[in-house]
């Protein structure tokens, strides 16, 4: 597993009698390369001890938050600093619960609530407490804020049950991580540009036409694009969001901006247009406010397309060119005509008619239309984010099959 060289884990190891096995999943990292910083929960302590820990890792091994000897050493935003990803395993019920409701309770939850690294988790739990709805319901919050899950077998448990909730093997976990690694060595080579965002076309100094774009989409998709390995640019209009760590951002206004910065940023290996660019902009921007007194009617004209320009570019036009078709009515049609119209290899198509997805939803619902083919993929209602997961695992097989 050479992608595992030289990569720091953060292995957070909880109380269950899998603990043991974590051993193991050490050794295992420790063989190929990586270096282990570990946090022993209080409930670990009961099943292993930090001596074992720390002569298998050669490291430190962290007990608690309140350790304010390594905390003077180490604090907790250093520690999830330090990693390249954060691993909890085995991870309990109890576990899960407090990190689904955003608790730090003790310094493996502090540390995950103040990291900015991917989190996996491998639960490892009886059959019940895994088919248990309460517990159900906090792990598809945690997946929908992006936590990797690991796991768990099917198997003969400690207690004598059977079924689903048998911790991973350490094997199994290692290789899980090494394909995440693996994933992000892929992608390193690939440039991506993303627009997002609605634009504002100016009317005077203090009045501006604008739409109901959140943003989030595109955010989350250039996020994901970054936690993937791509070098990542963000055109954004203006937005509430918080910027994704990792990416360029260029933040612009108006539709004119937006297409003068895309053009400078090419060229790139996949474009994603997933901006609400106005297809309007006013002829003349007055210098000052309009008096009510002196109201005229005002005077339109088209603005560029920045998907059509860039995808009919025959130097600039990159590998991949992703449009998206915000539709009301007659999606497919509407869609198949944007694909062609635009010359674009695929377009990402919402209906804006249901206003539980799309625009300033967290949810979205996509169909993606292919150049040359009559069927289409659908991606399924789920959060923005989820939505990028699948989007950008697309794009990243895409290049990657096509050199
Ligand atoms: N787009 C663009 N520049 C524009 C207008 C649109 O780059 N000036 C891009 C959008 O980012 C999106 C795609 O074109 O990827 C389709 O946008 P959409 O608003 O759905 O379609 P329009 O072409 O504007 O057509 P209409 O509004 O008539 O549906």
Same mark, same amino acid.
Request: positive net charge.
């Given at each position: 597993?050479? /992608?595992?060289?030289?990569?720091?884990?953060?292995?957070?190891?909880?109380?269950?009698?899998?603990?043991?096995?974590?051993?193991?999943?050490?050794?295992?990292?420790?063989?190929?390369?990586?270096?282990?910083?570990?946090?022993?929960?209080?409930?670990?302590?009961?099943?292993?001890?930090?001596?074992?820990? &720390?002569?298998?890792?050669?490291?430190?091994?962290?007990?608690?938050?309140?350790?304010?000897?390594?905390?003077?050493?180490?604090?907790?935003?250093?520690?999830?600093?330090?990693?390249?990803? %954060?691993?909890?395993?085995? $991870?309990?019920?109890?576990?899960?619960?407090?990190?689904?409701?955003?608790?730090?309770?003790?310094?493996?939850?502090?540390?995950?609530?103040?990291?900015?690294? #991917?989190? =996996?988790?491998?639960?490892?739990?009886?059959?019940?407490?895994?088919?248990?709805?309460?517990?159900?319901?906090?792990?598809?919050?945690?997946?929908?804020?992006?936590?990797?899950?690991?796991? +768990?077998?099917?198997?003969?448990?400690?207690?004598?049950?059977?079924?689903?909730?048998?911790?991973?093997?350490?094997?199994?976990? &290692?290789?899980?991580?090494?394909?995440?690694?693996?994933?992000?060595?892929?992608?390193?080579?690939?440039?991506?540009?993303? $627009?997002?965002?609605?634009?504002?076309?100016?009317?005077?100094?203090?009045? =501006?036409?604008?739409?109901?774009? &959140?943003?989030?989409?595109?955010?989350?998709?250039?996020?994901?694009?970054?936690?993937?390995?791509?070098?990542?640019?963000?055109?954004?209009?203006?937005?509430?969001?918080?910027?994704?760590?990792?990416? !360029?951002?260029?933040?612009?206004?108006?539709?004119?901006?937006?297409?003068?910065?895309?053009?400078?940023?090419? +060229?790139? #290996?996949?474009?994603?247009?997933?901006?609400?660019?106005? #297809?309007?902009?006013?002829?003349?921007?007055?210098?000052?406010?309009?008096?009510?007194?002196?109201?005229?009617?005002?005077?339109?004209?088209?603005?560029?397309?920045?998907?059509?320009? $860039?995808?009919?570019?025959?130097?600039?036009?990159?590998?991949?060119?992703?449009?998206?078709?915000?539709? $009301?009515?007659?999606?497919?049609?509407? &869609?198949?005509?944007?694909?062609?119209?635009?010359?674009?290899?695929?377009?990402?198509?919402?209906?804006?008619?249901?206003? !539980?997805? *799309?625009?300033?939803?967290?949810?979205?619902?996509?169909?993606?239309?292919?150049?040359?083919?009559?069927?289409?993929?659908?991606?399924? =209602?789920?959060?923005?984010?989820?939505?990028?997961?699948?989007? %950008?695992?697309?794009?990243?097989?895409?290049? /990657?099959?096509? *050199?």
């Amino acid at each position: 597993m050479k /992608n595992l060289q030289n990569k720091k884990i953060l292995l957070i190891i909880c109380g269950g009698i899998a603990a043991y096995k974590s051993l193991e999943l050490i050794r295992i990292f420790k063989k190929n390369g990586c270096r282990i910083k570990t946090i022993l929960t209080k409930g670990a302590m009961e099943f292993i001890t930090p001596l074992s820990v &720390s002569s298998l890792s050669s490291e430190k091994v962290y007990t608690d938050l309140f350790d304010f000897k390594n905390e003077a050493e180490m604090d907790h935003i250093s520690l999830s600093r330090w990693a390249d990803v %954060v691993l909890f395993a085995p $991870t309990t019920a109890n576990k899960i619960a407090q990190l689904s409701n955003g608790l730090a309770v003790d310094l493996a939850t502090t540390v995950a609530l103040a990291s900015n690294k #991917d989190i =996996f988790l491998a639960p490892a739990m009886n059959v019940r407490m895994w088919e248990n709805a309460i517990f159900k319901s906090n792990l598809v919050k945690l997946i929908n804020s992006n936590y990797k899950i690991i796991g +768990p077998n099917i198997g003969e448990m400690a207690c004598g049950e059977y079924g689903l909730g048998k911790f991973s093997e350490p094997q199994e976990i &290692s290789l899980f991580i090494s394909d995440y690694f693996n994933n992000l060595d892929k992608n390193k080579k690939f440039k991506a540009l993303v $627009t997002a965002g609605p634009t504002r076309e100016y009317i005077d100094p203090v009045r =501006f036409i604008t739409n109901r774009s &959140s943003g989030k989409q595109g955010y989350a998709i250039a996020n994901k694009l970054q936690k993937s390995g791509f070098e990542t640019i963000l055109i954004s209009g203006p937005t509430n969001l918080k910027f994704p760590e990792g990416v !360029k951002i260029i933040s612009v206004n108006s539709a004119e901006e937006m297409h003068e910065k895309t053009i400078e940023n090419l +060229p790139v #290996d996949v474009a994603i247009f997933s901006a609400a660019v106005a #297809d309007f902009k006013t002829k003349e921007i007055k210098v000052d406010k309009i008096k009510k007194e002196n109201f005229e009617n005002i005077k339109f004209e088209k603005t560029k397309d920045i998907l059509n320009y $860039t995808s009919k570019h025959n130097k600039l036009r990159p590998k991949l060119v992703i449009g998206f078709a915000a539709e $009301t009515n007659n999606l497919e049609e509407n &869609s198949k005509k944007k694909l062609v119209e635009k010359n674009c290899d695929w377009i990402v198509a919402n209906d804006v008619s249901n206003n !539980k997805i *799309g625009f300033d939803s967290e949810h979205n619902e996509v169909k993606i239309f292919k150049k040359n083919s009559n069927e289409f993929e659908n991606i399924s =209602f789920g959060t923005k984010e989820m939505i990028a997961n699948e989007l %950008v695992e697309r794009i990243s097989d895409e290049l /990657n099959a096509n *050199g």
